[in-house]
């Protein structure tokens, strides 16, 4: 955390040092609040707009006001980004329903919500990790059932993947009545040995991964044909192709599971067309 390094909150834009929020926070006590991450590359947000829509809809599904609109929210992204002289890596944004006594139920309307961003300067292009492909593990999930909304309360996801990094893993697939549901931090797919690309159906289950949107519409382009179907581990295991999306690792090739190899062991050819595929519509802004 370097001195210059600027974080923006309620408003302000301040070195990282003087950002302080109360320690009656409710994100801090309940973790009551929303967040969303948007990856930066050659200086640009990706897939932005999707990013912000998702956050106005977890918010709204939590009855939190959004504070800013899409413009406005982009702004202030685009201002921090530029501030820390971030080319490539992530904005972090964070909406909690503020600070108020303790106290489960609502606090008076009136309460602002804190509003929160900083980035990170990280390669998510050039990834090593994408060259070698990761290796996974699977793990029961052990989440609450309105997973759709993107919650700051991610303890089931901690977990998880502390999990893959004792095991020496890139990632945890969580596990639920036998099918994978969706990674700790990101959207499980397979390419199936008869080119299906195959991930779980949008439901209160899941996160609707934002990347995994952009992914689905790029299949034709590799030719591939998409099934929204659960995934079960033992067709995972046998898959001829697998991978997940984030905003942070894009399309990352996945080259073992439980031990596992998938296909032969190294990134699968239409899972490395996919993740070029999706560079050049990021690049593309
Ligand atoms: N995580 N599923 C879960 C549980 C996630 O936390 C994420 C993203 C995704 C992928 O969504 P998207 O393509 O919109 O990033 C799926 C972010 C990157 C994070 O928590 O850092």
């Known amino acids: 955390m370097s001195a210059s390094r600027i974080v923006y909150l309620n408003g302000e834009f301040l070195p990282f040092e003087q950002a302080k929020v109360p320690i009656m926070d409710r994100g801090f006590l309940f973790a009551d609040g929303i967040y969303e991450v948007s990856a930066i590359l050659d200086g640009r947000l990706v897939d932005n707009a999707a990013h912000l829509a998702r956050l106005d809809r977890s918010l709204g599904e939590i009855g939190i006001r959004n504070p800013h609109d899409s413009a406005e929210w982009e702004r202030l992204q685009t201002e921090l980004v530029q501030r820390n002289g971030v080319t490539e890596g992530l904005v972090y944004m964070q909406v909690t329903r503020g600070v108020a006594e303790r106290d489960f139920a609502y606090p008076s309307a009136d309460t602002p919500p804190t509003v929160m961003m900083f980035t990170q300067a990280k390669t998510v292009a050039a990834n090593p990790l994408a060259e070698k492909g990761a290796r996974v593990i699977t793990v029961e999930d052990l989440r609450w059932k309105r997973r759709d909304i993107k919650s700051v309360a991610l303890l089931a996801q901690v977990l998880a993947k502390q999990q893959a990094v004792e095991a020496g893993v890139s990632e945890a697939w969580m596990v639920e009545d036998g099918a994978i549901t969706e990674g700790s931090s990101s959207t499980a797919f397979i390419v199936s040995r008869d080119r299906k690309l195959v ?4 439901s209160t289950a899941l996160l609707p991964g934002i990347t995994r949107a952009s992914v689905l519409k790029l299949a034709a382009e590799a030719d591939l044909t998409i099934e929204e179907r659960l995934i079960p581990v033992a067709e995972a295991l ?9 905003a942070s690792a894009f399309v990352m090739p996945v080259v073992e599971i439980d031990g596992r190899a998938i296909g032969e062991g190294k990134p699968g050819p239409l899972t490395k067309r996919l993740r070029e595929l999706y560079l050049d519509l990021a690049r593309a802004g």
Do not use: G, V
Not at 238 to 246: K, N, R
């Open 199 to 202: 991930t779980r159906p949008l």
């Open 238 to 246: 046998d898959a001829a192709e697998a991978f997940y999306t984030s």
